[in-house]
């Protein structure tokens, strides 16, 4: 079992910056490729970025590929989203998930725990 518990959520204006962070729980966390997923408003949950579990490969969305970073330190049991240049577009719930064993990206359907969210509000 994985608890997440994702924090650093806030109002930002566009163009500014946030990290956010999950901290997990369990003495298994390094055998869980992790990735960060977002939801806004009437649309689904879509993937934004993922981490390997031993963090040495990475892979993004698109719409974030050279804005967000994304990074893990195994001996806190936590994984970051750095999010810079952002915009208005990015305002979301960001969810942080992990999968047992997996690659880099993972759909939200090959998850295996979720944390409960943080809000992201960027104001144009």
């Known amino acids: 079992q994985v608890q997440l518990v994702e924090s650093g959520g806030g109002l930002v204006q566009a163009g500014g910056s946030l990290r956010l962070s999950c901290a997990a729980s369990?003495?298994?966390?390094?055998?869980?490729?992790m990735g960060w997923f977002r939801q806004a408003p009437g649309k689904e949950r879509e993937f934004v970025g993922g981490i390997s579990w031993s963090g040495g490969s990475t892979y993004y969305a698109n719409s974030v590929k050279g804005r967000f970073t994304i990074s893990r330190d195994n001996a806190k049991n936590t994984v970051y989203l750095q999010m810079n240049s952002l915009k208005p577009e990015d305002t979301a719930v960001y969810y942080c998930?992990?999968?047992?064993?997996?690659?880099?990206?993972?759909?939200?359907?090959?998850?295996?725990?979720w944390g409960q969210g943080t809000q992201v509000t960027v104001s144009s």
């Open positions: 998930a992990a999968r047992y064993s997996g690659s880099a990206y993972f759909s939200r359907y090959e998850a295996d725990y």
């Open positions: 369990g003495r298994t966390f390094s055998s869980y490729a």
